[in-house]
């Protein structure tokens, strides 16, 4: 069992920034891609950013591109989302996830472990 423990979400007013992190042991995620998604009620998971095992690549959902950072510190065995600039549209629970594989992808069927997500809600 793969434990992904994500922390960092809270009521922010937009414009505001907050930063999530999610904890995994080193073992597991430091030769894979890992990833951030968010699910809004009613609404289906979207993905919000990727960052490949080194941390040298990333991609970005185009809703938030230009807003959102993702980073990773392997020494540690975590990942980050720097989130700025929120928008009420930004509401939603986040959740972390392991990549089967060392790149990053948009589809959530690439990724093979799954934090219990933490959520974020932006009052405009």
């Known amino acids: 069992q793969v434990q992904l423990v994500e922390s960092g979400g809270g009521l922010v007013q937009a414009g505001d920034s907050l930063r999530l992190s999610c904890a995994t042991a080193?073992?597991?995620?430091?030769?894979?891609?890992m990833g951030w998604f968010r699910q809004a009620p009613g609404k289906e998971r979207e993905f919000v950013a990727a960052?490949?095992?080194?941390?040298?690549?990333?991609v970005y959902g185009d809703s938030v591109q230009g807003r959102f950072t993702i980073s990773r510190d392997n020494a540690k065995g975590t990942v980050y989302l720097q989130m700025n600039s929120l928008k009420s549209e930004d509401t939603a629970v986040y959740y972390c996830?392991?990549?089967?594989?060392?790149?990053?992808?948009?589809?959530?069927?690439?990724?093979?472990?799954w934090g219990q997500g933490t959520q974020v809600t932006v009052s405009s």
């Open positions: 996830a392991v990549n089967r594989w060392p790149e990053p992808s948009r589809r959530p069927d690439g990724y093979q472990y």
């Open positions: 080193r073992r597991t995620s430091s030769n894979n891609a």
């Open positions: 960052i490949n095992w080194r941390g040298a690549n990333t």
